[in-house]
């Protein structure tokens, strides 16, 4: 698994293995960014379901 690091203070990004240490830069720990939305996949995206089913948007308009 990958994760994604920024320095604060100059906006330098890196991507690395989510094992390894905390990256400095600028002299300081980055910070660590939260993953994208799309690449959690959680108990939801395991579900099966028919292609002629709508998807849940968690929009909260349900019909």
Known sequence: MQ???ECENCGHQV???ASAPVPDCCGQPMKALPLEACREAGP???RPTKPEE???DF???HQ
Do not use: K
């Open 3 to 5: 994760q994604r690091y």
């Open 15 to 17: 991507t690395i293995e």
């Open 44 to 46: 939801e995206a395991a």
């Open 54 to 56: 709508p998807c849940e």
């Open 59 to 61: 929009r909260g308009n």
